[in-house]
């Protein structure tokens, strides 16, 4: 390189090195910055909601329980009680669905809630309806555990 050239580097090129290493530096602390702040509000997100969702979650499970149990042993007034609390669970979680799993979950209780009604409504059965019963109980709650449960917790 000539002294001309070499002048003429130090005039352009390591001032222009000089900036672009700079704005590198700008820009990965940008970079940086703005996912550390989505990762902060995803986990304060999580830490909000988490256990509004469990509890509800669980209370949910727990009234399809003493729904069915309540209708099979023909509790008239327990069983009015437990439904209206089922739906008020229901409630409590819809805001936290997307719209086809809040219509397929709501869809589902009214087809249980159908159930438990019927089931109520017979003559007390023989041990084989028990068992027939209490397994179309437990497909009814797997129906709305498998609409429930990952779109509450997915991890992703």
Same mark, same amino acid.
């Given at each position: 390189?000539?002294?001309?050239?070499?002048?003429?580097?130090? =005039?352009?090129?390591? +001032?222009?090195?000089?900036?672009?290493?700079?704005?590198?530096?700008?820009?990965?602390? @940008?970079?940086?910055?703005?996912? %550390?702040?989505? #990762?902060?509000?995803?986990?304060?997100? /999580?830490?909000?909601?988490?256990?509004?969702? $469990?509890?509800?979650?669980?209370?949910?499970?727990?009234?399809?329980?003493? #729904?069915?149990?309540?209708?099979?042993?023909?509790?008239?007034?327990?069983? @009015?009680?437990? !439904?209206? &609390?089922?739906?008020? *669970? @229901? /409630?409590?979680? &819809?805001?936290?669905? *997307? =719209? +086809?799993?809040?219509?397929?979950?709501?869809? =589902?209780? $009214?087809?249980?809630?159908?159930?438990?009604?019927?089931?109520?409504?017979?003559?007390?059965? %023989?041990?084989? =309806? !028990?068992?027939?019963? *209490?397994?179309?109980? %437990?497909?009814?709650?797997?129906?709305?555990?498998?609409?429930?449960? #990952?779109?509450?917790?997915?991890?992703?």
């Amino acid at each position: 390189m000539s002294s001309d050239g070499q002048s003429r580097f130090k =005039e352009i090129g390591i +001032p222009l090195i000089s900036a672009a290493i700079a704005l590198l530096g700008v820009l990965s602390g @940008y970079i940086l910055n703005t996912w %550390t702040e989505r #990762s902060q509000v995803a986990l304060k997100t /999580f830490e909000v909601t988490f256990p509004e969702k $469990q509890k509800s979650y669980a209370h949910l499970m727990r009234l399809l329980s003493d #729904s069915f149990y309540s209708a099979a042993w023909r509790q008239k007034d327990n069983h @009015y009680k437990f !439904i209206d &609390e089922l739906e008020v *669970s @229901y /409630f409590g979680l &819809e805001p936290f669905l *997307s =719209e +086809p799993k809040r219509e397929a979950t709501w869809k =589902e209780i $009214q087809k249980f809630i159908a159930f438990c009604d019927q089931i109520r409504s017979r003559d007390p059965v %023989t041990d084989m =309806e !028990i068992a027939v019963t *209490s397994k179309e109980f %437990t497909s009814h709650r797997d129906k709305i555990r498998a609409l429930l449960f #990952s779109e509450l917790f997915d991890r992703n």
